[in-house]
């Protein structure tokens, strides 16, 4: 009896210790990589045809405890993207107006805000989101209240570019696990109820594990949320993945990295993080074979 127990212990003691390697495995491949690359692809070679982005803009206030909107404007002009998410762009109290200047976005960065019904009047985005675009049409926005404890929302947004159609959901969870996986649930039942396209889910979505513990996980089998994870936070020391960018079909997003500047790493507590896509190759037969893999993987 004796030693069956022991040897049963041993191998209990055994399996969560592989356990625990694993998951800090993954935790550590989130630290450790500032870039990430996807589809197979080199990632000296071909990035794709658009540069996205998602950037948690902590109202405009940087480490330096310091207000300042041009700042940030100027962080928005490096990054270069053609679709950036924006998080935090109102005043959380009051009027919750509009920190930023988007008429300088315009003329500096060329880029314009996707039109919403604001969250407040004097307020730029829903629930703190915005969606700036360089060029391309806008089908159909739709403006998602978001389940859990906090006030949050998403924007769904079908977009026409020059390389095809695509979807982007830009969203900010909550602190709360509990609340993450039901907000996860409601994006996945926002897709199902919308016509096929590519697909990003864009934002800071408040998750940092990458293991069977993420709220995120609820998120598959139309999104590997660990596959992009690369760490944004805090900005002067980014040891955190918080915020993503993922595509649906798999070959949707080619690589991921943070945008690592001396600006940014003040501007912010978070680092913007950068993506590349190939929408083209998502619209391939490839693509499509792929997303209708998970379409019949979903319950």
């Known amino acids: 009896m004796s030693i069956s127990w022991t040897m049963k212990g041993k191998h ?11 998951l800090s495995a993954g935790i550590f491949a989130a630290i450790r990589g500032k870039r990430v690359s996807l589809a197979g692809r ?3 070679g071909a990035r794709g045809d658009t540069v996205i982005a998602s950037y948690n803009i902590h109202k405009c206030v940087g480490t330096d405890s310091r207000f300042d909107p ?24 009051g009027e919750r107006a509009g920190l930023l200047d988007l008429e300088r976005l315009h003329r500096e960065c060329h880029l314009i805000s996707v039109p919403i019904a604001a969250f407040s009047s004097k307020g730029h985005g829903w629930h703190g989101n915005v969606l700036l675009l360089r060029e391309g ?3 159909k926005v739709h403006q998602l209240k978001l389940p859990g404890v906090e006030p ?30 039901r907000q996860a649930e409601a994006i996945l039942t926002a897709i199902r109820e919308s016509e096929e396209r590519p697909t990003l889910l864009i934002g800071d979505l408040n998750e940092w594990r990458l293991g069977r513990r993420s709220a995120l996980r609820f998120l598959s089998p139309v999104f590997d949320h660990a596959a992009t994870a690369v760490p944004s936070f805090p900005s002067r020391f980014p ?20 945008h690592n500047t001396q600006l940014a790493r003040v501007a912010s507590d978070h680092l913007p993080v950068k993506a590349y896509i190939d929408l083209k190759a998502a619209l391939s037969g490839e693509g499509r074979a792929a997303n209708k893999a998970v379409s019949a993987a979903q319950p």
């Open 70 to 93: 041009g700042r940030t404007t100027e962080v928005i002009g490096e990054i270069g993207a053609d679709i950036i998410a924006l998080q935090e762009v109102d005043q959380r109290f």
């Open 42 to 44: 080199d990632p000296a």
């Open 12 to 22: 209990q003691r055994e399996t969560m210790a592989s356990s625990h390697s694993s």
């Open 152 to 181: 949050r929302g998403a924007l769904v947004v079908d977009l026409d570019l020059k390389a095809g159609p695509l979807r982007i959901i830009a969203a900010h969870l909550g602190l709360l696990r509990h609340s993450r996986a």
């Open 239 to 258: 040891l955190l993945a918080l915020d993503r960018v993922m595509g649906s079909p798999p070959n949707l997003v080619t690589a991921v990295e943070v």
């Open 137 to 139: 049409a806008v089908a």
